[in-house]
Structures are given as structure tokens and as C-alpha cells.
Nanobody, 126 residues
Framework: QVQLVESGGGLVQAGGSLRLSCLVS????????MGWFRQAPGKEREFISV????????YYANSVKGRFTISRDNAKNTVYLQMNSLKPEDTDVYYC???????????????????WGRGTQVTVAS
């Protein structure tokens, strides 16, 4: 069974930084594309970023491009999201997700992912 556990969320002032981590249990972490999403109450889950199984490819939503960086350490079964220059509109619950299917393009929609964490709250104060 694959389990994902996010950590690193918290309260930060606008312009500050946070690094989220997602620890994945299971022996096949290195086979998954890993994504980060966020969601506010009453809104749809929003794609943020994705990284390929070998870290050779990444993709970002326009809203975070240039501010957020996704990375992974397959030896540690962990994917990271470094968030810089945070804005109040970045306040959300952040989720990591694993896609076990080998998509032609990096997956960017929630339905393309097989496993999800429970989320970690990020609050950016103005």
C-alpha cells in the first residue's frame, strides 16, 4: 500500500519561504511521477507542479512559475516543494500525489493521479 505524508506547512509572512516535503511509503516510489496540488474550501483542486520519475522533467502552473521549485530524492522516497516569494493568495491546503501510470506528458489533472496525501496547511499573512 502506498501512503503519502506531507509536512512543512505553516504560517509565513508575505514574501517569505516554506519548503514542503512529501514522504512516500512503498518500494516503487522511483516509478511515479509526483505532483503537488492545492485546494481552498469550496474550490477545485488546483495543479501546482509535477516532476517526472527520474527528475528529468518538471512543469509548473503559471501562477507559481519562477517562485516554486519541485524536486525529489528517490533514495529518500521524498518529493519537495520549495516555495519562495509567497503571497497571501498562496494560502491553501497543499497536497502531494503520485501517478503510477506512465503518461505521455506529465500529468497535471487530479484524475491522473493514483495516490494522495492528506494535505498540509499553508497560510501566508499579508
Amino acid at each position: 500500500q502506498v501512503q503519502l505524508v506531507e509536512s512543512g506547512g505553516g504560517l509565513v509572512q508575505a514574501g517569505g519561504s516554506l519548503r514542503l516535503s512529501c514522504l512516500v511509503s512503498g518500494p516503487t516510489f522511483s516509478r511515479y511521477s509526483m505532483g503537488w496540488f492545492r485546494q481552498a474550501p469550496g474550490k477545485e483542486r488546483e495543479f501546482i507542479s509535477v516532476i517526472s520519475w527520474d527528475a528529468g522533467s518538471t512543469y509548473y502552473a503559471n501562477s507559481v512559475k519562477g517562485r516554486f521549485t519541485i524536486s525529489r530524492d528517490n533514495a529518500k522516497n521524498t518529493v519537495y516543494l520549495q516555495m519562495n516569494s509567497l503571497k497571501p493568495e498562496d494560502t491553501d491546503v497543499y497536497y502531494c500525489a503520485a501517478a503510477g501510470v506512465s503518461w505521455v506528458r506529465l500529468p497535471t489533472t487530479p484524475g491522473q493521479y493514483d495516490y494522495w496525501g492528506r494535505g498540509t496547511q499553508v497560510t501566508v499573512a499579508s
